[in-house]
């Protein structure tokens, strides 16, 4: 039982590290995209012929999409827990 307690403890200290390099400030990055995306829509729109603007605008696209995605999972989980916790007050 000790060992495991003991593997335990070095797992969570291992996923706080994870965490802070990945998980976190999820809405700098999408702020982030959002602003490389509308600067090459930007662009675009003065050179709509350049094909290496409409390549990088598509790929901005489904990194901003994805990053939304993830950043409106994340406050839908959030804001259940705080109902699960308060409880349904309007009914």
Known sequence: MLVLIHKLY???NKLRIWVANSG??????VSEARCDLF??????????HDI???????QLLKKYGNLARAELS????????DWMTMGDRGT
């Open 74 to 81: 994340i406050m839908k989980c959030r804001s259940d827990c």
């Open 10 to 12: 070095n797992l969570k």
């Open 52 to 58: 290496r603007l409409a390549i990088q605008e598509k």
């Open 24 to 29: 976190s400030d999820l809405h700098t990055r």
């Open 39 to 48: 600067k090459t829509q930007t662009l675009l729109q003065g050179a709509p």
